[in-house]
């Protein structure tokens, strides 16, 4: 059997992270001297309620490589191999803690290391279509495969209501993010080559919403879409309805931004990740 292990940025929804047997290693989040995981210690609710009503800015630390060590040995006692997915390299070193790791316990279980060049759930699609394979008895290569190939069709687009946050934890350009706040608007954002860059911008939040849902629907035929949200559920559900039409609903996927994630991007947040059918 194939184990598949993501990070706490993929935010896949945790039932469906167990129902698929992904293993998810949480990222750090410091923040006041205290040190939490993302998703264990630390829930999006509770992030967010804190994050709007404080001046003390939270950081975060990737996942150690005897984190990662520790999770490939548990799982050698169940699998004969894994696949470890992860944040970009270009915007994390989890990803080459893994990779470390992955050296270190090469004499007990093989693991292949990707590097998604996603986050949230772009990563999060691309580690529940390697899972779905390796649970219906795939090989190490057929699981690889897959992942792979689900990155290379995954696309993601996102608004942001304020760039506070992501200019902060320097992810993005501190210049783009004073034009932004200097003209009012609201950015929208994608990955290109592994980083986040800026692609265009809205005065109004529903315009935004509404270049979410047209960006859905100028992808079709798309096998699965994700919608992410960091404290706007409403704007999440109300997409999702705006996408009815286009897809089932089982085929889309809603869930909350995590912390490790929320960090840098803070409230009022809506992405979507949609990989071609």
Same mark, same amino acid.
């Given at each position: 059997m194939v184990g598949v292990v993501t990070d706490s940025t993929a935010d896949i929804p945790l039932e469906l992270a167990q129902d698929l047997g992904i293993e998810v290693i949480p990222v750090y989040i410091l923040w006041q001297g205290?040190?939490?995981?993302?998703?264990v210690d630390m829930m999006p609710d509770e992030f967010f309620r804190r994050l709007v009503s404080t001046d003390v800015l939270p950081t975060t630390s990737q996942p150690t490589?005897?984190?990662?060590?520790?999770?490939?040995?548990?799982?050698a006692k169940r699998c004969d191999s894994i696949l470890s997915i992860h944040v970009s390299a270009k915007l994390s070193g989890t990803f080459n803690a893994a990779v470390q790791a992955a050296k270190s316990v090469a004499d007990r279980i093989p693991v292949i290391v990707v590097d998604s060049q996603l986050?949230?759930?772009?990563?999060g699609l691309a580690a529940i279509a390697a899972a779905r394979i390796a649970m219906? +008895?795939?090989?190490? #290569?057929? @699981?690889?495969?897959?992942?792979?190939?689900?990155?290379?069709?995954?696309?993601?687009?996102?608004?942001f209501d304020t760039?506070?946050?992501?200019?902060?934890? +320097?992810?993005?350009? #501190?210049? @783009?993010?004073?034009i932004a706040s200097?003209?009012?608007?609201?950015p929208l954002l994608t990955f290109r080559n592994g980083?986040?860059?800026l692609i265009g911008a809205v005065r109004l939040y529903r315009k935004g919403v509404e270049r979410l849902a047209n960006f859905v629907r100028e992808n079709l035929p798309l096998s699965e879409v994700a919608i992410v949200h960091?404290?706007?559920?409403?704007?999440?559900?109300?997409?999702k309805a705006d996408l009815s039409s286009a897809l089932p609903a089982n085929r889309i996927i809603v869930n909350q931004l995590g912390a490790s994630l929320g960090v840098h991007g803070g409230p009022g947040i809506l992405l979507v990740a949609a990989r071609k059918a």
């Open positions: 205290q040190t939490y995981r993302d998703g490589q005897p984190d990662f060590e520790n999770v490939y040995m548990q799982m986050n949230s759930m772009g990563l219906a +008895g795939g090989s190490l #290569k057929d @699981v690889v495969d897959e992942a792979q190939k689900a990155v290379s069709d995954i696309k993601m687009l996102g608004i760039l506070k946050y992501i200019i902060a934890g +320097g992810r993005i350009n #501190k210049s @783009v993010g004073k200097i003209l009012n608007i609201k980083e986040v860059h960091s404290a706007s559920q409403a704007a999440a559900e109300q997409l």
